[in-house]
């Protein structure tokens, strides 16, 4: 089955400290790899995408992730956590090639950022 | 910068009253999706739409649901019968590209059903 996993719900960082937030996917098809934000009232923003090629991707405000095919994972970091980045993040996973249209969305992770 | 936009924020019907939620896509973008989110719980794909027609559905957008583009910007999502159970988070979707490519979101109707 289609799916994909996040398995840190809730995680807190001190701002300047490093992040790294999880994404693990299960896909029958080659994957298309997204990182979104939502901010509180806001809409999903993508943060980075991969497709293909190079397999760390960098992406805005600072974020960066990293496709690993053997371990089926999309993990995204940051090297220096900012107070505003406090918002919730989501993988989603979506077919190469057009086969279909949707988007597989994780759980999503809600990051606290302390002073 | 160009932003899907939709109406309302906030939606708060009665159990078995039809609602109609509004969107509007970015303006060359000729994809359009609805998601939905229950509270705590995973973005959820309903239905993508093309050229006038539904291209792909989710095993949750059933005979209670349909989506129409009335005139050239908008692209709505009516719930006929609305249940307790359609409480959730609304995101309208375009994209300009098919497939998932990148597709830009909304910043969601919440629906409250009582």
């Known amino acids: 089955a289609q799916s994909v996993t996040q398995p840190d719900i809730h995680i807190t960082v001190s701002e300047g400290a490093s992040l790294e937030l999880r994404c693990n996917y299960s896909y029958g098809a080659t994957p298309y790899l997204f990182w979104y934000v939502q901010s509180p009232g806001q809409g999903l923003q993508l943060l980075l995408k991969y497709f293909s090629g190079d397999t760390l991707v960098q992406g805005i405000k600072g974020f960066e992730a990293e496709f690993k095919r053997s371990q089926s994972s999309f993990n995204l970091r940051k090297p220096s956590v900012h107070w505003s980045d406090a918002a919730e993040y989501f993988c989603a996973v979506g077919a190469a090639g057009g086969a279909t249209n949707k988007l597989i969305f994780g759980t999503g992770t809600l990051l606290a950022v302390q002073p | 910068e160009p932003e899907v936009t939709q109406t309302p924020s906030h939606q708060v019907t009665q159990m078995g009253q039809e609602v109609i939620l509004r969107c509007v896509p970015i303006?060359?973008?000729?994809?359009f999706y609805w998601y939905r989110q229950i509270l705590g719980q995973k973005v959820e794909f309903l239905v993508s739409?093309?050229?006038?027609?539904?291209?792909?559905k989710s095993e949750i957008f059933d005979d209670q649901f349909s989506v129409e583009r009335p005139d050239g910007s908008n692209f709505t999502l009516k719930i006929r019968s609305t249940k307790l159970e359609d409480s959730a988070m609304y995101f309208c979707?375009?994209?300009?590209?098919?497939?998932?490519?990148?597709?830009?979101f909304g910043p969601g109707t919440r629906l409250t059903v009582t």
């Open positions: 739409f093309y050229n006038n027609e539904i291209s792909e």
């Open positions: 303006s060359n973008h000729l994809y």
């Open positions: 979707a375009s994209s300009e590209p098919p497939g998932p490519g990148e597709q830009y």
